[in-house]
């Protein structure tokens, strides 16, 4: 997103509460941080407010994101979630979200953990990332990759310093703010 999204989304109902009480906040948890994968690869070609719009149904569609459920998806879930109309209905990036919930179980047993992977590969600069992205996950191009991390506190720039979210945020200690972060 961009700086104006400090300034547009306030009052909005739903771009307020992400922008104040998510993006760019640090996270562990695996279902937030595979939420928030999938959720930025359906936003491909969308606006987040689409995506926003329809995250309840994503919710409901994905198992609430858990990724042991989302990973024993077959052909029959397949079909279940392109006929679903809450959801973007885009095979690809259906078969990317289940193919990802795959490669997470994976980094479960090489990395103890989604967070433990990236915790293992940062810091690094975006290029390096959207470039481990794509050697790990599926459909995760740099701008995917770059709001993901973004939104996750490992690359700055969700906020612009003079937001009041901001002060918040780094008060938490976000990856991008430890010593050592690579920018740019």
Same mark, same amino acid.
């Given at each position: ?59 409901? *569609?994905? @198992? $609430?994101?858990?990724?042991? %459920? ?8 397949? =079909? #279940?979630? /392109? *006929?679903? @109309? $809450?959801?973007?209905?885009? %095979? ?8 990802? =919930? #795959?490669? /997470? ?18 810091? #690094? ?60």
């Amino acid at each position: 997103m961009s700086a104006a999204y400090c300034l547009a989304a306030p009052g909005h109902p739903l771009h307020g509460p992400y922008h104040d009480q998510e993006y760019g906040f640090p996270a562990r948890e695996e279902s937030v941080l595979f939420e928030r994968l999938a959720l930025e690869i359906n936003q491909a070609g969308l606006s987040w407010l689409t995506v926003l719009q329809k995250r309840p149904a994503f919710r409901a *569609a994905f @198992a $609430g994101f858990e990724v042991d %459920r989302v990973a024993a998806f077959d052909e029959g879930d397949i =079909a #279940r979630l /392109i *006929a679903d @109309a $809450g959801i973007v209905r885009n %095979r690809q990036k259906i078969e990317a979200v289940i193919a990802n =919930a #795959r490669r /997470i179980q994976d980094l479960r047993r090489s990395h103890g953990s989604f967070d433990g992977w990236l915790q293992a590969h940062h810091p #690094r600069a975006p290029t390096e990332w959207t470039r481990l992205f794509r050697q790990t996950f599926r459909f995760t191009g740099g701008l995917i990759v770059g709001e993901f991390l973004m939104s996750l506190g490992y690359l700055p720039g969700a906020h612009e310093p003079n937001c009041p979210v901001y002060q918040r945020i780094l008060a938490l200690a976000p990856p991008w703010s430890q010593a050592g972060a690579v920018a740019g």
